[in-house]
């Protein structure tokens, strides 16, 4: 759930500190929105290490009253704007800043995942949402949401006593979000028990817009070449640069992840942007649902290695279908190395009309249009 030290060097930095050191590069652009939001987290960031000082100083002579009562939070910060406005960039420098353990980060689906997994470990026991606030509050002083979305009325209907919990406990809330927070859970089911929530949010943190003149991710798939073929020497030299280009976080290469609980290997991940290999997503046992929880979980996908889907690849090929269809939906980005060229990849018969609608898909997700459509978790 944490993130990794991109360097020691950068992990002792403030976040202006650090704001000031990526203005030198030269692909990295001044934007006046995302400086007022890095002011902030400074600001935050100052209030935070503070806090802790006093704590540690306090710590002998208040540990029974800490234990027994509530603690008041340092306010935290929502920020809210388009995909590609570095949100998670500004999420990232803010986390690594800090001088303490007790933090977490997390992708808000992941986050929810973790919860209810939590309250079925505690089936049949009293008050079970304050005893996982107890826990999350002994795990982290601050905790910082990437994608704060919600569309699931399980989840909705116990985040205001959860979020209760966490801030009567003295937790900061950091969240990025595509959307403000009166219009989270829009027209959803039974909203009005939502409608908590987003008034503890509203008290707890500052809200703040960072749609700017900038939108790096759109930047960085317009300059991505988005299919390559064949797969040559060059295929994996193209995805890894649009892996490192789009991921933002230094040196998160993990060899496998967990989709609805199984594991999947993967080439790298990174928060919401993840390489697969061909093989590992589309040739062995994965449903429908495995494809519709990565498309929740990713913002950009990369598959490398799609071969020629001839009439003995049938089963691959419908799974590749699937995948395309379930990405298409919710808007994710795809990034692909294949063999040949797209209306080439299927030389079977069986499946000529379902592959058709796919390699329709395949070309519009490289279109403007499509690039600039925010993805729906």
């Not at 208040?62 to 306010?75: F, H, Q, S, T």
């Not at 519709?292 to 889907?309: D, G, T």
């Amino acid at each position: 759930m944490t993130a990794a030290m991109s360097s020691e060097t950068e992990a002792n930095l403030t976040p202006w500190e650090r704001y000031q050191k990526d203005l030198e590069r030269p692909d990295f652009l001044k934007d006046p929105a995302q400086e007022d939001a890095v002011r902030r987290l400074q600001a935050l960031y100052d209030k935070l290490v503070e806090a802790e000082s006093d704590r540690n100083k306090r710590l002998t002579k208040l540990r029974r009253k800490l234990k027994k009562g509530m603690e008041a939070p340092v306010k935290g910060l929502y920020f809210w704007g388009g995909v590609g406005r570095g949100k998670t960039y500004l999420m990232d420098t803010f986390f690594e800043a800090l001088p303490f353990d007790r933090k977490m980060r997390v992708h808000f689906h992941r986050f929810m995942q973790r919860v209810h997994s939590e309250l079925k470990a505690l089936k049949g026991e009293k008050n079970p949402l304050d005893l996982v606030a107890r826990k999350f509050a002994d795990e982290a002083r601050v905790i910082c949401f990437d994608e704060f979305f919600v569309s699931d009325i399980g989840d909705a209907m116990i985040l205001a006593t959860l979020m209760d919990g966490l801030f009567g406990r003295g937790v900061t809330l950091v969240c990025t979000s595509n959307i403000v927070p009166d219009g989270l859970y829009k027209d959803g089911l039974q909203r009005a028990r939502f409608l908590p929530a987003i008034e503890l949010v509203k008290a707890h943190t500052d809200v703040v817009n960072v749609d700017g003149g900038v939108d790096y991710r759109l930047r960085t798939l317009e300059q991505a070449e988005l299919y390559h073929c064949p797969l040559d020497d060059q295929a994996d030299i193209s995805l890894r640069n649009s892996f490192d280009a789009l991921a933002l976080e230094v040196g998160k290469h993990s060899r496998s992840m967990e989709i609805n609980g199984r594991k999947i290997p993967a080439q790298a991940h990174a928060d919401d942007v993840v390489w697969f290999d061909f093989t590992d997503v589309c040739d062995g046992p994965r449903s429908q649902n495995d494809y519709i929880e990565m498309a929740r979980q990713f913002h950009a996908i990369i598959v490398s290695n799609v071969p020629v889907l001839g009439g003995d690849k049938d089963d691959q090929a419908r799974r590749f279908v699937n995948m395309i269809d379930e990405f298409y939906d919710r808007n994710v980005k795809v990034i692909i190395s294949a063999a040949v060229p797209i209306t080439q990849l299927y030389s079977g018969g069986r499946l000529s009309f379902e592959f058709e609608r796919t390699e329709s898909r395949l070309l519009e997700m490289q279109s403007q249009e499509y690039l600039e459509a925010p993805h729906k978790p």
